[in-house]
């Protein structure tokens, strides 16, 4: 049986949504045309204020399911309360975001791609809010296993994976940092098992405004150094506890290093099948020379920018002097 004729289940975290965009992006998935499905609506934080919208915009459609003990998660482990509450009988799992607006043709598009692979992703038009106008249309490319563990390309809402990731996936690896993110994790554990695919299909709306959690990455590959020094200043205050010479190094080290590591080792020690490859490039066994290679070539082919290199080379620094290693396989071993 193909996944397109299955039941499934989509996930969408929700907090605090705005109810124009909330609104749209229900009434979307409402009108696909693959219609056996339930939405597992996660809420972080107050449920009420979420269900009495749901209830607004589609409330004779039992297909919609809201969740949420009025606890903040975030917006990481969100999608994994999500996840964890998908039905035994969901073969697919597709992930929402409660902003965006999805074609009514989006499953139909993407699901038969899991019969190959056990992730696919499509591409998304970038509209601006309130101004509706259309700034363009992602480019996200698929290069395999080991760029995505460098330079995640896949984005939660427009993708689609089949439930063997779950087993692997759940629960998430643990790091105190907002550089965690379930796409990227979800990306790499369908790398090591079926593999991943993202195709031209433009699946979606991409809706971009000043409440993003991330927003489109092209919006942030020009914000320059300063931006950098900014979000690592900022974020170290607030998950290492302070802005002193140590605690930039930790964060700086978690950033780009340590996050690949967690997310690594944690794979490796679930599957029980470590690739030696990956781990001389990202694992607690790593090597300078070998990823330093790696940097230079995606650099050259265009594949990261040059921001890119010079903060992970600075992550690798930045773990050197902190032991990060050794406090990222704590992490990973505790995952």
């Known amino acids: 049986m193909t996944p397109a004729r299955s039941h499934g289940a989509i996930v969408m975290a929700a907090y605090s949504p705005d109810a124009e965009l909330f609104g749209i992006q229900l009434r979307s998935l409402a009108q696909q045309t693959v219609r056996d499905w339930e939405c597992i609506i996660s809420v972080d934080g107050e449920r009420a204020p979420v269900e009495a919208l749901v209830a607004e915009f589609v409330g004779d459609d039992d297909r919609f399911r809201v969740i949420g003990d009025g606890s903040r998660r975030g917006f990481y482990l969100n999608f994994e309360h ?99 993110t379930h796409d990227h994790w979800l990306g790499v554990v369908a790398g090591a098992l079926r593999g991943t695919r993202i195709v031209d299909d433009v699946v979606q709306d991409y809706v971009q405004h000043d409440a993003n959690v991330f927003g489109d990455p092209s919006r942030l590959e020009s914000a320059g150094i300063a931006a950098s020094v900014r979000n690592v200043l900022g974020q170290a205050e607030r998950f290492e ?95």
């Open 82 to 180: 999500g996840l964890a509450a998908v039905p035994a009988d969901a073969v697919w799992i597709a992930l929402a975001d409660q902003d965006d607006r999805w074609n009514d043709d989006k499953l139909a598009r993407l699901l038969p791609h899991l019969d190959e692979v056990s992730l696919v992703s499509g591409q998304a038009r970038l509209v601006q809010h309130p101004s509706g106008e259309v700034t363009g249309v992602t480019d996200r490319q698929d290069r395999g296993p080991m760029h995505t563990l460098l330079s995640n390309q896949i984005t939660g809402s427009l993708c689609v994976f089949d439930r063997e990731i779950l087993s692997i996936a759940l629960p998430f690896p643990r790091l105190s940092t907002r550089v965690a």
């Open 241 to 335: 506890g302070s802005r002193s010479p140590k605690a930039l190094a930790r964060m700086t080290f978690w950033t780009y290093v340590g996050w690949r590591q967690v997310m690594l080792d944690t794979l490796q020690a679930r599957l029980g099948t470590p690739d030696p490859d990956l781990d001389a490039l990202f694992g607690r066994s790593r090597r300078f020379s070998r990823l330093n290679s790696l940097l230079r070539a995606a650099r050259t082919d265009g594949s990261i920018p040059p921001r890119f290199a010079l903060e992970y080379r600075a992550s690798w620094l930045a773990g050197a002097l902190s032991g990060g290693r050794r406090a990222a396989a704590r992490l990973a071993d505790q995952s």
